[in-house]
């Protein structure tokens, strides 16, 4: 059965998984996070949280993409949570290292909230039903983008993740399509080491770099450059790279359960230090619209 067939049965399974909806936060509006439980007989006792993608300007918690994936990954064994964030970046028409201080409030605006969103569910993980020592993030492009920005400043002491608790920590961090923003140089993770980091991007990647944009300190580090890091400071990761593909990569969850699974089994349960850097040749995600999409066009007046 090929991915593509195996992603539409899956849906069909998924459709009855239905969601609680709490309101984790208040900002200009209720944030509003939904939990979706797996059945007794799967549930493999990690939570994942889903973030959204939509380059910080557009997309929700809810959409049908993003729902129907949260009951895939419920149906998989995961207890799923869908988070809103505020989006900082709505309504911008160009986004970019020459408007980095806007980018960077989009960011920190989104990573704060995920944070906010942990937090909620740490204080109440015994009602919802959560192991807080195995939550993961996980996140579609901007959402990606936000996954590794939680982690990344919880390890470096940043202000927007003062809401995490102090004693805890993610499981893992899944980021399909991703990047690190940093004013200071190259991604390091100075206080404490990063959790096991799980990295999926498109090497012609034109709206969130698969390498790296930067100047002078100031960069988006994508996947390549995150797995290089990591690999210097001997830190546990796995990166899947795909040739010739763009950002159409972010949407690769749901066709990619078998390599969440992997890597939730050997590197989270199992505790194995792996560096894992797999080039991916088959035709799990195709080529689509994404492929040769900019940030031009991305944020072109609608």
Not at 1 to 20: D, I, N, P, T
Request: proline share 4%; hydrophobic share 40%; charged share 20%.
């Amino acid at each position: 059965m090929s991915r593509y067939l195996f992603f539409c049965v899956a849906l069909c399974w998924v459709v009855g998984v239905s969601a609680q909806t709490y309101v984790y936060a208040e900002r200009d509006t209720l944030l509003r996070l939904d939990v979706y439980h797996p059945s007794s007989s799967v549930d493999n006792g990690y939570t994942v949280i889903h973030i959204f993608g939509g380059g910080f300007a557009a997309g929700a918690r809810d959409t049908k993409w993003d729902a129907d994936y949260c009951r895939q990954l419920a149906s998989a064994g995961y207890t799923a949570v869908g988070i809103d964030y505020r989006l900082g970046l709505r309504g911008a028409t160009h986004v970019g290292l020459n408007t980095i201080e806007l980018l960077q409030r989009a960011i920190y605006m989104a990573a704060e909230d995920c944070a906010e969103a942990v937090a909620w569910l740490c204080r109440n993980a015994a009602s919802v039903g959560v192991d807080t020592r195995k939550i993961i993030l996980e996140g579609s492009s901007a959402g990606a983008i936000t996954a590794l920005m939680v982690d990344y400043g919880r390890c470096n002491g940043l202000g927007y993740a003062a809401a995490l608790p102090n004693d805890w920590k993610p499981a893992g961090v899944v980021a399909y399509s991703g990047a690190i923003f940093s004013r200071n140089g190259k991604p390091r993770w100075q206080n404490d080491k990063p959790a096991p980091t799980l990295l999926f991007h498109g090497t012609v990647d034109k709206i969130v770099p698969y390498r790296k944009t930067q100047f002078f300190s100031t960069g988006v580090f994508g996947a390549d450059a995150i797995a290089a890091q990591m690999k210097k400071y001997n830190l546990p990761y796995c990166i899947y790279r795909y040739p010739d593909l763009g950002h159409e990569v972010s949407i690769g969850g749901p066709v990619t359960i078998d390599e969440l699974g992997m890597f939730v089994r050997q590197m989270l349960t199992e505790g194995k230090p792996l560096h894992t850097d797999i080039t991916q040749t088959n035709d799990s995600i195709r080529p689509s619209a994404y492929s040769k999409m900019t940030l031009k066009q991305l944020y072109a007046p609608k």
